[in-house]
């Protein structure tokens, strides 16, 4: 008997023990939260969305329902001199309504500082017109892909530390 459907067969053990949850960045704002996910693997990270803040949590948990997510980075805004800024109470805020509504879900912080300006950059290098390079939304998305990436990197540091 041949086997015609090989892609009906359940993967190897390994492969569910290799695969991980997805995490979520997240470039806190007042108006618009940009949002960022890492592949399953946890390798690389990619834009997602910009969300109006005010939408944040019913997004996240329609989000959670579809998607297995084990961790949220959030942007840690900080001054040149290490000091709050004037937007840490907000962000602060969304942490512990983070922590509130999804208690199982672990929540980082990452340092991000610089992230708009990179954000910007990334965008004019990668060609977009001005037009297009004004659009604050995708500055969201891009600080949040930075803000996930930077934190991936820390993470493959510890384990090879």
């Known amino acids: 008997?041949?086997?015609?459907?090989?892609?009906?067969?359940?993967?190897?053990l390994f492969w569910y023990l290799c695969a991980m949850g997805r995490v979520l960045g997240i470039d806190y704002g007042q108006k618009r939260t940009g949002l960022a996910v890492t592949d399953e693997n946890q390798q690389f990270a990619f834009s997602l969305e910009t969300v109006m803040t005010h939408h944040i949590f019913p997004y996240l948990n329609e989000y959670l329902l579809k998607?297995?997510?084990?961790?949220?980075?959030?942007?840690?805004?900080?001054?040149?001199?290490?000091?709050p800024t004037d937007a840490t109470e907000f962000v602060e805020a969304f942490v512990r309504g983070l922590k509130n509504k999804f208690p199982a879900i672990p929540v980082h912080r990452v340092d991000e500082r610089f992230t708009s300006g990179m954000a910007r950059q990334a965008i004019i290098d990668s060609g977009i017109r001005k037009k297009g390079r004004q659009?604050?939304?995708?500055?969201?998305?891009?600080?949040?892909?930075?803000?996930?990436?930077?934190?991936?990197?820390?993470?493959?540091?510890k384990k090879t530390s």
């Open 1 to 12: 008997m041949t086997d015609t459907a090989p892609f009906l067969r359940p993967l190897p």
């Open 67 to 83: 998607n297995n997510v084990e961790g949220f980075v959030v942007g840690e805004p900080r001054r040149l001199n290490n000091t």
């Open 135 to 157: 659009d604050k939304a995708m500055v969201d998305q891009v600080s949040a892909t930075i803000i996930l990436q930077s934190w991936l990197e820390q993470q493959q540091r």
